[in-house]
């Protein structure tokens, strides 16, 4: 079926739309550009190499000879290289964020810490500096010429013009003429396709060489997982803390106050009738026991002692209070980070508290100790043991309490005892 005028209108308005999207010229042109610049940086560092090689061989191989050849070429040759590489590769992907506005992350770098003599050779073992060179020479070369041929395409009426200005007439020369005109044309309406496609194989050998590969990007997406996670405990811990301080300052004030002009009026007012007098006393009471809970849950959001005096003290704390003896030893020389150390005494607070309810044992023991960057904690008792992670829901709380700042817990619970719980956590979660 032949095509009616509407489809010619719009293939028409498709061209024109295509030609007025000036970023895929915009890219190539500049893409002729970096790669002038890359061919000048690489060639004039390629010169030296061979400089300073021809002076080995050509001249007299003295001392100074030997010296200029190998700090050239062993080591400011690779050096610099892995400079051009690195700052090419952010202006490569400046042009594509510029341009196109297309944003190609940066691949990791290799790990910066060790002497700093070995981070070029670190550098250079990594694949993405392999990666971004094999980018720089491939724009030396495809990315050059696909910018060429695009200019050569939107310039091709130029020089048909110039041709028929001058050779116009009868004979070959007329018809030499109009098939130029006929080619520039092509080329002419060609254009906008040919910039679009350099355009997009540009931007595809540029996010697969310039940016990180897969293993590097979920590399990065797990650190930036974990710096978020981190930065939601903290922000949890800090929220803990200041519920803490508001309810210790406000509402536990409160009914201190309470409690104590309840009972001063108890002991005043003995003499009142016996409704009234029944009416104080549970008053008092209540309000005795809605203080005492308001403690516990002021202990349980955030115990003020572990600020205070550290790690040691508020564990003592738990110990003096457990139902049953506990031999509590705490070996921490240097002190954790607020939200480690808050981890460590919610765990051994919940696993004295499981011993208590479930474990039937005598007597229990807790030991903290810190080694290097981790702080080890176990807690252990004499009772009837069989306790699992899959037993019930507190031990899987604990593990998932120290599993979000990266610990790990472990059970230790044969049936019959002895059971022993061992969380590790990072001092500097």
């Known amino acids: 079926m032949a095509a009616g005028p509407g489809a010619a209108y719009r293939e028409a308005m498709s061209w024109r739309e295509t030609a007025r999207d000036w970023r895929p010229t915009a890219l190539a042109l500049a893409g002729v550009v970096a790669g002038a610049v890359t061919a000048t940086v690489v060639g004039g560092l390629v010169l030296g190499w061979l400089a300073a090689t021809w002076s080995l061989l050509d001249g007299p191989t003295g001392a100074w000879e030997l010296a200029w050849f190998y700090v050239v070429v062993t080591l400011a040759g690779p050096v610099l290289l892995l400079w051009a590489t690195q700052g090419l590769g952010a202006l490569q992907r400046a042009r594509f964020r510029v341009v196109l506005g297309a944003e190609i992350v940066a691949p990791p770098r290799a790990a910066g810490g060790g002497w700093p003599l070995l981070r070029p050779v670190r550098a250079w073992r990594a694949p993405a500096t392999w990666r971004q060179l094999g980018y720089h020479l491939l724009a030396m070369t ?130 009142t009738p016996e409704p009234v007098r029944q009416v104080i006393e549970q008053a008092h009471e209540e309000a005795t026991e809605a203080l005492a809970e308001l403690r516990q849950l002021v202990r349980g959001l955030h115990p003020a002692v572990l600020d205070d005096r550290g790690l040691d003290a508020a564990l003592s704390g738990i110990a003096a209070n457990a139902p049953l003896p ?43 100790e810190r080694a290097g960057d981790r702080l080890r904690v176990v807690v252990a008792d004499d009772g009837r043991g069989g306790a699992t992670l899959a037993g019930g829901t507190g031990l899987r709380g604990l593990a998932q309490r120290a599993a979000a700042v990266d610990g790990t817990l472990t059970v230790d619970s044969p049936p019959g005892g002895p059971t022993a719980i061992t969380v590790e956590l990072p001092c500097e979660s």
Request: contains cysteine; proline residues 4%; aromatic residues 4%.
């Open 142 to 271: 495809g990315g050059t010429a696909g910018g060429l041929l695009v200019a050569a395409c939107w310039s091709a009426p130029l020089p048909a013009v110039a041709y028929l200005a001058g050779r116009w007439g009868d004979g070959p020369g007329a018809a030499a003429g109009l098939g130029l005109v006929a080619l520039s044309a092509a080329l002419l309406l060609a254009a906008p396709w040919v910039a679009r496609a350099v355009a997009r194989a540009d931007e595809a050998a540029g996010r697969v060489l310039l940016g990180p590969s897969r293993s590097e990007e979920l590399a990065l997406r797990v650190e930036a997982l974990a710096r978020s996670r981190a930065e939601i405990v903290a922000a949890t811990d800090a929220e803990r803390r200041r519920i803490e301080r508001d309810l210790h300052d406000g509402a536990q004030r409160r009914l201190v106050s309470l409690a104590m002009q309840l009972g001063m009026a108890r002991a005043s007012l003995a003499d």
């Open 326 to 368: 506990v031999r509590l030893r705490v070996d921490v020389p240097a002190r954790c980070s607020p939200a480690i150390e808050a981890v460590a005494y919610f765990v051994v607070s919940e696993a004295l508290t499981n011993v208590t309810k479930h474990a039937g044992a005598g007597q229990a023991e807790v030991t903290v």
